[in-house]
């Protein structure tokens, strides 16, 4: 039983070989409608010591670990802090919603700096995500018939269009899709199966709501009042948190 975070969360993370500055829950827990049977997806970043950045044994800037605990699947995957960076320094909304995330099971003080600079790396060019992440769910649940990948178009959609009016993250579904009245029939039923099928009668707004949706996020684009790529503000403060982290030793993560 998933629907909740386990206590243990934040135990699992911290088993990855590396000290991590923070890790949350992303995935389905995140976004509002996970499953009895939802694996949980925990999202890490860990920072290398120099002599392994900078030597000629390097150390991997990627870490996954999976498992199961309890009964539950686990799928936790930590990024070094240069390649969180590098991501978070980019159109990724991925990392961005990691970084956000309000389900915290490990933080530290670098994850609360990266969190107050984050309002200055975001950019109307994390648009071209939520757009892509939406059509390649959308291409799958029209091939799998499965409701899963289409709340999950849903879902990314109505959090680019938020993102790109507001310039402030949400995730949840819950909150995103009260203007569509058979989102939370749809959602219950998800938390009931995790690769439940999509009730024949929600493929009908689905064939409305979703070419609309990116039509409202197209436009919410051109018309926000983000700035360009180029023009994020926060980037040199980025690259100094990166260095300073690097060269000094951090602080063993906290219960979030």
Do not use: C
């Amino acid at each position: 039983m998933t629907v909740d975070v386990p206590p243990w969360a934040g135990e699992a993370a911290a088993a990855l070989p590396y000290p991590l500055l923070f890790a949350t829950v992303s995935g389905a827990h995140l976004y509002g409608f996970a499953s009895v049977d939802s694996d949980l997806d925990l999202r890490a970043a860990h920072v290398l010591p120099p002599e392994e950045v900078v030597g000629l044994r390097t150390g991997p800037d990627t870490l996954q670990n999976g498992g199961v605990r309890d009964g539950v699947e686990l799928d936790v995957v930590s990024h070094d802090l240069l390649k969180f960076a590098r991501l978070l320094n980019s159109r990724n909304g991925y990392v961005l919603e990691q970084l956000l995330s309000p389900l915290v099971v490990l933080t530290s003080g670098v994850h609360a700096e990266l969190k107050a600079l984050a309002p200055g790396l975001i950019t109307s060019n994390h648009a071209h995500h939520y757009l892509g992440f939406a059509a390649t769910q959308e291409r799958l649940y029209h091939r799998t018939g499965q409701l899963k990948p289409a709340l999950y178009t849903l879902r990314v959609l109505l959090t680019g269009i938020h993102l790109m009016r507001t310039g402030e993250l949400e995730t949840d579904l819950n909150v995103l899709g009260h203007r569509l009245a058979y989102v939370p029939e749809l959602i219950a039923a998800k938390r009931e199966a995790e690769h439940g099928s999509l009730p024949a009668r929600a493929a009908a707004h689905l064939a409305a709501d979703v070419p609309a949706l990116r039509a409202d996020l197209e436009e919410a684009r051109e018309k926000s009042t983000l700035p360009g790529y180029a023009q994020a503000s926060a980037v040199a403060a980025l690259h100094d948190l990166v260095v300073r982290t690097r060269l000094v030793t951090v602080a063993a993560p906290r219960s979030g």
